[in-house]
């Protein structure tokens, strides 16, 4: 099946052109990310290309009044 350009779709994950018509597989195949900006799927990335706003490993923790606790 030839998609026409216009309407095609590149999954940033796992890089499969999707139809933008076509809701039911846009829906089952992923979601659109409003914070990348981006069509992505459950599958394996294929680019490490994440923005990190969460800290992983992250020891301090901020209280109600902006003071920073060290919980090490
Ligand atoms: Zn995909």
Excluded at 22 to 41: A, F, K, P
């Amino acid at each position: 099946m030839m998609i026409p350009a216009e309407h095609q779709l590149e999954c940033r994950t796992c890089g499969q052109i999707l139809d933008m018509r076509d809701l039911g597989q846009m829906l089952s195949h992923g979601q659109w990310n409003r914070e990348t900006q981006r069509y992505e799927c459950q599958d394996e990335p294929r680019d490490v290309e994440y923005t990190s706003s969460r800290k992983v490993g992250d020891p301090i923790e901020w209280t109600k009044d902006k003071t920073p606790i060290n919980l090490n």
